[in-house]
């Protein structure tokens, strides 16, 4: 029997399955998703705490506000790229000029002078991000909503968000190495200290130089097949309050956002908890070894995030995706109470399994949710007759970067609460104590609540091959 007569269960149909230039095209914009969103924060405590003494609190407020203009921001350009009727598409050109902008904008973040005042360098941090943020957004949204719409297959899907988090990893890995540039002789000021100021700099100019390169090719790679086949010709406009109301009253959509959120906004809370776990417990105070130590982790990371991509995919093939996220956030809350052992300044290779481990589960976690945004959109077109990808993805981002700005709102602060001081190499016995046990603890509350979320998301595979082939009755195949 040919492929393309098996059950929709059993093999992707021809039609179906994309190119390998697509499916890389379309990862390469996890350059920018992960550069351009989680750089900056993974970058700010070190220049802005640790080098020029800014009090935490004012930096994680920054963060939180930042993320509160983020969404807002991919709402607009949600809404704006699923109207927008252009000869390249509806998605590609927001693309392009997004991308470029975010490269060239990325340096400009800590394009800040030595000496200031707190109140100066938290003006700067706050203006930098409102003009920033909107220009993530511009190519964020659009090129999230590309890829629910790549295909109409419930398992390509999954590969093609299982190639979106394996290219990722190369840029994890270097937000991992991030710290430890800064840190590299060659930045040495006169005192013999490394100027981390200037390495993040240094660094920044040259990954946003990748980004721009990053955005051309996506122009270049990727289609829009939905807009091609089906929205240019039939989709009429689509109201802006649609795109977070009539969006949430999508019931499946609201089930995985729980999920979702409650996945962010627990491990966002740690954020910055695992680097200091690293640089005052396992290292005692040295900055120097702990940004070695965290480029070392990033490789366990990646080496880990690209045994858990594989393992997931199948696990989703075999038992639905449904099942997929069950076993990904119950192997994650094994991980992070982990954490308490895995950190320890007598075996510090161990912090290698911590890192690893989270990345493991992580990589799995992301595959498969991102996959079912594809899944949600079927079930939508089903009841309003409209694809509304950039809808869902501006809704989604509006709701999960609410609590996520929370969880990153409250790191700087829960840092603070552990009794946390940048002016002491050495910290209290007490501070490290409670870094650790909120390290591991706090995460697996937020686990817990996205599984119980996940155990009301009704779209099984059934169901989304049963609505595929509705809407394949009603206008026809894409």
């Not at 998605?91 to 975010?102: D, Q, T």
């Not at 977070?244 to 491990?267: D, H």
């Not at 609590?403 to 002016?423: E, N, P, R, Y």
Request: proline share 4%.
């Amino acid at each position: 029997m040919k492929p393309e007569h098996l059950p929709l269960t059993q093999a992707v149909r021809p039609a179906d399955r994309l190119p390998l230039r697509q499916k890389i095209g379309f990862g390469l914009g996890s350059i920018l998703d992960m550069w351009g969103h989680w750089l900056y924060p993974s970058l700010a405590y070190q220049v802005f705490n640790i080098f020029l003494g800014v009090a935490p609190g004012l930096i994680s407020t920054v963060q939180m506000i930042k993320i509160f203009i983020d969404a807002g921001s991919d709402a607009v350009f949600g809404w704006i790229s699923d109207n927008t009727r252009t000869r390249y598409g509806r998605r590609r050109p927001f693309i392009l000029v997004g991308g470029v902008l975010a490269g060239i904008g990325l340096p400009l973040m800590f394009a800040v002078g030595r000496g200031w005042t707190d109140s100066q360098y938290f003006v700067f941090m706050l203006i930098s991000m409102i003009i920033y943020v909107p220009v993530m957004s511009c190519f964020n949204m659009p090129w999230n909503s590309l890829g629910a719409e790549m295909t109409p297959d419930y398992h390509e899907r999954t590969t093609v968000m299982a190639f979106r988090n394996a290219i990722q990893k190369g840029p994890e890995l270097a937000m991992f190495f991030a710290a430890q540039f800064t840190t590299l002789a060659i930045f040495n000021g006169a005192n013999g200290k490394p100027d981390i100021l200037r390495g993040a700099q240094t660094y920044c100019a040259i990954l946003g130089a990748i980004m721009v390169a990053a955005s051309i090719a996506i122009f270049l790679l990727v289609r829009e097949r939905y807009y091609e086949k089906l929205v240019a010709r039939t989709q009429t406009h689509i109201p802006f309050a649609d795109t977070l109301w009539r969006t949430l009253r999508c019931r499946p959509f609201r089930r995985i956002l729980g999920v979702m959120l409650a996945y962010g906004t627990g491990t966002a809370m740690v954020s910055t908890l695992g680097y200091y776990a690293t640089v005052y417990y396992v290292c005692r105070g040295d900055v120097v070894q702990g940004a070695q130590w965290n480029t070392a982790m990033g490789l366990a990371g990646m080496a880990f995030g690209f045994a858990g991509i594989p393992f997931f995919a199948w696990v989703a093939r075999r038992r639905g995706k449904r099942v997929g996220l069950a076993t990904a956030l119950l192997l994650a809350i094994c991980a992070f109470i982990g954490d308490w052992w895995l950190y320890d300044p007598a075996r510090p290779y161990l912090q290698l399994f911590a890192c690893g481990f989270v990345a493991f589960t992580g990589a799995g976690f992301w595959t498969l949710y991102n996959a079912t945004l594809g899944d949600v959109v079927d079930y939508d077109e089903q009841q309003t007759g409209q694809r509304r990808e950039g809808s869902f993805s501006a809704c989604q981002s509006w709701i999960s970067k609410l609590g996520i700005a929370l969880g990153v709102g409250a790191s700087g602060w829960i840092l603070q609460f552990t009794g946390f001081d940048a002016k002491q190499a050495v910290q209290d016995p007490h501070a490290i104590f409670m870094i650790r046990i909120l390290l591991s603890s706090i995460p697996v509350i937020g686990l817990v609540l996205a599984l119980i979320s996940l155990l009301r998301f009704e779209l099984t595979e059934d169901r989304v091959l049963d609505i595929r082939r509705r809407l394949e009755e009603t206008r026809g195949h894409v």
